[in-house]
């Protein structure tokens, strides 16, 4: 498992100044933002007094110190990368998971956070839904990423054809690159409403407790139908009240309370 770094070593690793880099720092430094009584220093100074904890393995007390700058309604990538290691460290996976699951909303290439979050993944007992190979392709960008590159080539295909319409004698020259573009837009589009529908449509539990057992209906007194461990990740089927009926990737079906589960937007 990929070790806790500070935000800005995190933030900047080798020197490369990625777009995912800059959006971690462009969401940590607006996370002030959510409450206007809490300065930017006081978030920066928390921050590092978490490191500190972590840095001298008190990771459960490093968790609740992350959680609580979570609390004050920001949220960054470096933040829950962080929290989310301490999380594993304390013995929580289903709380790790999250973490960084959160985190890869904001950069879902971040070839760390990815390795961590496999690490994770890999001590988790029993069942648990994976993702396919088709869900990972299409969270390659983020929704916001999408939504631009969607919007670009649509602003370059319109740009394409009022040029063609202007300058007749450019409509053969620009046949071929007209075509491609109209392709790549509507692939494009294509794959933002699917990521789309997955992540508002394809929730998923996490369970965190270390071992959560299922009911065969939205109530504590309904039979048990199966026991999930701490870390398992659970398809969404159904919700009712503060229950959300689950399966998980092995046929099980039940029902979980919310207390017992955190739930996710789809990848």
């Known amino acids: 498992m990929k ?5 800005w070593r995190w ?6 100044f990625t777009p995912g880099r800059l959006g971690c720092i462009v969401c940590f430094l607006l996370m002030p933002l959510g409450n206007p009584k809490i300065l930017a220093a006081d978030l920066a100074s928390d921050f590092s007094a978490a490191n500190e904890l972590y840095a001298r393995g008190e990771f459960a007390n490093a968790a609740t110190a992350y959680e609580k700058i979570l609390q004050t ?15 594993f460290k ?9 973490a960084y699951r959160k985190a890869a909303f904001f950069t879902p290439r971040d070839a760390e956070l990815r390795a961590n979050l496999a690490f994770v993944r890999n001590h988790v007992q029993g069942a648990t839904v994976g993702k396919s190979w088709w869900n990972n392709w299409i969270g390659t960008l983020t929704l916001n990423e999408g939504a631009l590159l969607t919007a670009g080539l649509f602003w370059t295909l319109s740009g394409l054809l009022t040029v063609r319409q202007l300058q007749p004698a450019w409509a053969v020259k620009l046949r071929g690159v007209t075509r491609l573009v109209l392709t790549l837009s509507v692939c494009s589009g294509a794959v933002l409403g699917l990521a789309a529908a997955n992540h508002f449509r394809a929730s998923v539990a996490v369970v965190t407790g270390a071992e959560a057992t299922a009911h065969s209906g939205p109530f504590d007194d309904a039979q048990s139908a199966f026991t999930a461990h701490d870390g398992a990740e659970l398809s969404i089927l159904d919700r009712h009240g503060d229950w959300v009926q689950v399966t998980d990737g092995a046929g099980k079906i039940g029902w979980f309370s919310n207390k017992q589960v955190e739930i996710l937007p789809g990848a």
């Open 11 to 16: 933030a900047m690793g080798d020197g490369r």
């Open 73 to 87: 309604g920001g949220q960054s990538p470096a933040l829950l990368f962080n929290y989310g290691n301490a999380e």
């Open 90 to 98: 304390a013995g929580h996976l289903g709380k790790a998971i999250t």
């Open 3 to 7: 070790k806790l770094h500070s935000f």
